[in-house]
């Protein structure tokens, strides 16, 4: 491996380690400044990386890893991509259970990279035996030798930011980080983060963004789970209908909620401001940033790190799909496409 010249051995040495880019025109008239941490530079194209990498890596060593052996695992669609890669470069076989909510495209890349998919209805609530997480359970349960990564429950989901989002964003703003602004959804992004830049300065304030429709931003200020805050939404990752055990609340200041359609829009503005294209939860993060700052949350001292989770490739038949948006009420395609059709 040369890393000075950009050559390596396999695809895994590329984890980690993305850039830290400026915001500009997006954030033009706010207070502070602001800085994206683009996750979408890993090379299975999420932040979903770090965690397939370091769980499996942890098991390897715990010896529970043998080789042939089969990984298990409930996912959105970016931890599955995530480690059926891993798997496929480590020899290990890659079982996913998918919510029917994902994308037709992150499914088919999930098969694509090897992975045996069964996909779930959404809408059923967690102890259903239809369920992404019973199905995964009962999957890990009738395969001899499986691992189950179970990234909702799994403290190795934290430790594997803390031991990797967390020091580069500190070392990318040489400490003088002042707001942390991420997404939840298993947890494992923010409170890992969190705690490494919370030992080095307790000061530095953690916002994470939930979703409408998902318990956990009520959940961080009861300490109550209320059932009357679930109901679906369209946004992927991002959010839950359940109490994941991989999110400390403690480590989080506080959370703000954002609509399906007002991240969908600031998605597809990043892209034509910034040239980032990028996913629907990058979008969501932007938009809490908006909020943020609407509502007077940063001043001319702020320097502010939001996570943006994924890529926008994975998208295209949802938030980047006019038809998608006019199909939500999210805009009059009529009246907002901006294409021509030439005549043949
Ligand atoms: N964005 C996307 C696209 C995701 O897939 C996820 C993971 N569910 C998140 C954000 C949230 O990250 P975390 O699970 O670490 O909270």
């Given at each position: 491996m040369r890393e000075d010249l950009h050559v390596y051995d396999n695809i895994l040495q590329l984890i980690g380690k993305t850039p830290l880019v400026k915001l500009n025109k997006i954030t033009e008239n706010f207070k502070?400044?602001?800085?994206?941490?683009?996750?979408?530079?890993?090379?299975?194209?999420?932040?979903?990386?770090?965690?397939?990498?370091?769980?499996?890596?942890?098991?390897?060593?715990?010896?529970?890893?043998?080789?042939?052996?089969?990984?298990?695992?409930?996912?959105?669609?970016?931890?599955?991509?995530?480690?059926?890669?891993?798997?496929?470069?480590?020899?290990?076989?890659?079982?996913?259970?998918?919510?029917?909510?994902?994308?037709?495209?992150?499914?088919?890349?999930?098969?694509?990279?090897?992975?045996?998919?069964?996909?779930?209805?959404?809408?059923?609530?967690?102890?259903?035996?239809?369920?992404?997480?019973?199905?995964?359970?009962?999957?890990?349960?009738?395969?001899?030798?499986?691992?189950?990564?179970?990234?909702?429950?799994?403290?190795?989901?934290?430790e594997a930011h803390f031991q990797s989002t967390g020091p580069e964003i500190w070392k990318q703003t040489e400490g003088k980080i002042t707001h942390l602004v991420a997404c939840s959804g298993t947890g494992g992004t923010i409170s890992g983060t969190s705690r490494f830049l919370k030992q080095q300065n307790p000061e530095i304030e953690i916002i994470g963004i939930d979703a409408f429709g998902s318990v956990l931003k009520k959940y961080h200020e009861t300490k109550e789970f209320d059932e009357k805050e679930i109901y679906p939404y369209r946004i992927e990752g991002l959010g839950k209908n359940l109490i994941p055990g991989a999110t400390d609340f403690d480590s989080i200041d506080r959370f703000i909620k954002v609509s399906d359609e007002d991240a969908a829009h600031t998605a597809r503005e990043l892209a034509n401001?910034?040239?980032?294209?990028?996913?629907y939860t990058s979008g969501a993060a932007m938009q809490g940033l908006k909020q943020l700052n609407a509502e007077g949350a940063f001043d001319e001292?702020?320097?502010?790190?939001?996570?943006?989770?994924?890529?926008?490739?994975?998208?295209?038949?949802?938030?980047?799909?006019?038809?998608?948006?006019?199909?939500?009420?999210?805009?009059?395609?009529?009246?907002?496409?901006?294409?021509?059709?030439?005549?043949?």
């Open positions: 502070g400044e602001f800085l994206a941490k683009i996750e979408s530079f890993n090379p299975g194209h999420s932040s979903k990386d770090r965690i397939a990498l370091y769980i499996i890596e942890q098991a390897e060593k715990n010896g529970i890893l043998k080789p042939g052996n089969t990984i298990v695992e409930t996912t959105s669609g970016n931890t599955g991509f995530s480690i059926a890669m891993v798997s496929i470069i480590k020899g290990y076989k890659c079982i996913l259970a998918v919510s029917s909510k994902s994308s037709k495209d992150k499914i088919d890349m999930l098969k694509t990279m090897g992975a045996k998919v069964f996909v779930c209805p959404a809408n059923v609530p967690a102890e259903d035996p239809r369920s992404y997480y019973q199905v995964a359970k009962r999957i890990h349960e009738e395969t001899e030798g499986s691992v189950y990564i179970n990234q909702y429950f799994n403290e190795l989901n934290i401001t910034e040239g980032m294209f990028l996913g001292n702020s320097k502010v790190v939001v996570i943006f989770p994924d890529h926008g490739s994975r998208y295209m038949s949802k938030i980047y799909s006019n038809d998608w948006m006019n199909d939500q009420g999210f805009f009059d395609f009529q009246n907002e496409d901006k294409t021509e059709d030439i005549k043949a």
